[in-house]
């Protein structure tokens, strides 16, 4: 049994929306540290790490360790209808209860929960070339202006700079960050060049979720996995996607 209390749903919403702009369903692991889920996109080759810390929450009750399975989906659109409400998150049998409650009201809501099935991959052994710390707003723009040239997004480090560009049928796209006082990039740390080609719309999907004066880490090692790493509130969030490698 579980039961879990917060005054602000808010920030709860925001990190499950977070995980919804990559997965459809997961397991998620209570227990007396918080909630975790770790979980492959449909397609399987993005991964997400999602952690947060029972000291997110007002109150966090739970016997032993439980894995609870849910459609991000309808979980979402249900912690949407709490706005400024507290909110209460228990157990019931097969189903995971909300219970809303306001100054003069209270309403609830029932959510099956379901086997997504406890198979997992392990997290990429990647030691990264260079790693790479960016405002999200700035980067989630960037990804954004890319998405208009292409469906493929190339990340390279060289030096003390960040190029992230891309090549379509009918145009060509090159956003160039240094390492500055005043620019986006907090820090970067190189040890040798890096560079990889991802597809654009996962990228998207894992920095949609950011807050815009958040920050993101970026992991880069040619042709291998990519790391996005980053917060919101007391939520973390680790992302890997794998590249596409062109033969030649």
């Known amino acids: 049994m579980f039961k879990i209390d917060m005054d602000d749903v808010k920030e709860f919403r925001s990190a499950i929306g977070a995980l919804g702009n990559l997965i459809d369903e997961g397991t998620f692991s209570i227990k007396k540290e918080g909630i975790a889920l770790h979980a492959l996109d449909p397609s399987q080759i993005a991964m997400v790490i999602f952690n947060m810390p029972a000291g997110a929450f007002t109150s966090f009750q739970v016997d032993g360790a439980q894995n609870v399975g849910l459609n991000l989906s309808n979980l979402n659109k249900l912690l949407a209808r709490g706005s400024g409400s507290k909110m209460s998150l228990f157990d019931e049998e097969n ?13 609830s809501f029932k959510v099956p929960t379901i086997d997504v099935g406890s198979s997992v991959e392990r997290e990429p052994k990647v030691e990264h070339d260079a790693n790479v710390i960016i405002n999200a707003g700035v980067l989630k723009e960037t990804v954004r202006d890319i998405a208009l040239v292409s469906s493929h ?33 907090s820090s970067m740390d190189v040890n040798s060049t890096a560079k990889a080609t991802f597809p654009v719309q996962y990228l998207e999907d894992m920095v949609k979720g950011s807050e815009d004066a958040s920050q993101i880490e970026i992991g880069l090692k040619t042709n291998a996995p990519v790391k996005l790493k980053y917060s919101v509130g007391n939520a973390k969030f680790l992302y890997y996607l794998a590249p596409r490698i062109d033969l030649e």
């Open 95 to 107: 189903r995971v209860v909300l219970e809303f409650t306001g100054s003069s009201s209270r309403k």
């Open 153 to 185: 997004i190339t990340l390279e480090v060289r030096g003390d700079k960040l190029k992230v560009s891309a090549s379509g049928d009918n145009a060509e796209a090159v956003v160039e960050y240094e390492k500055g006082d005043e620019g986006p990039i």
